[in-house]
């Protein structure tokens, strides 16, 4: 375990002085040691937090507030943390039990997403914000090489998907509710559920158009309850 920390330190482009703090930040709950990564990793959230709510801040000057939180939220998550963890490579440096380990653990979404965070809380700690922002920023931009509106915002039912995928383990579900008005201007309504509970629904002039609109509907309702 040594060599890949050495190795992960090298990613991280920084050394840890303090090799204890980068131990905690890798030490799952599961592993049932006096200490585990759940502080640094609500460190971290904040630290990420702000980071990003800056990077957006100045990247988009002429974007409003409402439409930069939705940004933020598709950029702060834990699906958007795995990606991060998984660039570098944190998987096979975490310290979970054997049971865990058996349980494909250093594959799961959750533990790598809050390993990634307790990584930059510990940063944070040791080496201050420029540090961690100076890396955070660079993972994401190479996790996302087009950070704008239009990429993230393009298309709801993948964006939603991914969402649902973190958060519940599912994919959502479209249903046609009705469709109503004459042949030649007939709209339809549909309703998007998740876990069987609807959680919008909404008219278009095609099927498509309204899955899109209720998936755009469903996104601002789970990123209100998750923030």
Not at 22 to 45: C, M, V, W
Not at 166 to 192: Q, W
Not at 214 to 227: D, F, G, P, V
Request: hydrophobic share 40%; proline share 2%.
């Amino acid at each position: 375990m040594n060599q890949r920390l050495e190795a992960l330190q090298k990613r991280l482009g920084y050394q840890f002085k303090n090799q204890n703090l980068i131990t905690e930040a890798l030490t799952h709950k599961s592993s049932k040691q006096p200490y585990n990564n759940e502080r640094l990793e609500f460190l971290g959230d904040a630290v990420l937090d702000l980071i990003v709510g800056e990077y957006l801040f100045h990247e988009f000057t002429a974007v409003a507030e409402g439409e930069l939180s939705k940004l933020r939220a598709s950029l702060v998550n834990e699906k958007s943390f795995e990606k991060l963890a998984r660039l570098l490579g944190l998987g096979e440096c975490i310290y979970i039990s054997l049971a865990e380990e058996n349980n494909s653990g250093r594959e799961k979404s959750s533990i790598l997403s809050n390993a990634f965070e307790a990584i930059m809380g510990a940063l944070y700690l040791e080496a201050g914000l420029e540090k961690a922002r100076e890396l955070a920023i660079a993972l994401m931009e190479e996790a996302y090489p087009k950070i704008n509106m239009d990429a993230i915002f393009r298309d709801h039912k993948t964006t939603l998907q991914e969402l649902t995928q973190a958060y519940y383990g599912e994919t959502p579900e479209y249903r046609l509710v009705r469709s109503f008005g004459p042949d030649h201007k007939k709209e339809f309504e549909i309703a998007v559920s998740v876990r069987g509970n609807d959680l919008s629904s909404a008219c278009g002039k095609s099927k498509k158009e309204a899955q899109q609109k209720a998936a755009q509907l469903a996104l601002e309702i789970l990123r209100s309850e998750k923030r």
